[in-house]
């Protein structure tokens, strides 16, 4: 299956995230801010990145710009999953160049619909050697 990173700053929606994932066959990576999230980017290369908006150190619409602005990350795709409700923090996170942006609280079947939706996008960018 594919390698997710999961950047939340709450233990109880990461440990979640990391188990209902798990389930699914998935490979997932934990950070707990935006600075272990692209030090992992960088390292570890996931096909997907499961972003939170309000984290410290470092906040998602920052990681996710240093990411669309990369060549060797811009391709990897970001579901943000944010409280942030308010349409102008989802119209910022998607002109960022966020895959899609997913509010609290969420139910697992969207969530992975949207997961697979992103990770067929990945499949097909490879496909044609992008």
């Known amino acids: 299956m594919a390698k997710i990173l999961v950047t939340e700053d709450e233990p109880y929606i990461s440990k979640m995230l990391e188990f209902r994932l798990n389930s699914l066959g998935h490979e997932i990576l934990l950070a707990s801010d935006g600075e272990q999230a692209l030090n992992l980017v960088d390292s570890d290369r996931p096909d997907l990145l499961i972003l939170d908006v309000m984290m ?11 990411m669309k602005e990369d060549k060797s990350t811009s ?42 939706r992103a990770l067929t996008y990945v499949s097909k960018l490879s496909l044609y050697g992008l």
Request: cysteine-free; proline content about 8%; aromatic content about 10%.
């Open 75 to 116: 391709t990897i795709p970001v579901i943000i999953l944010s409280g942030n409700r308010q349409e102008k923090d989802i119209v910022t996170g998607l002109e960022h160049g966020a895959f899609d942006y997913i509010t609290k609280p969420f139910g697992f079947p969207e969530l992975i619909a949207r997961i697979n």
């Open 56 to 66: 410290p150190v470092m906040g998602g619409f920052q990681v996710l710009q240093k």
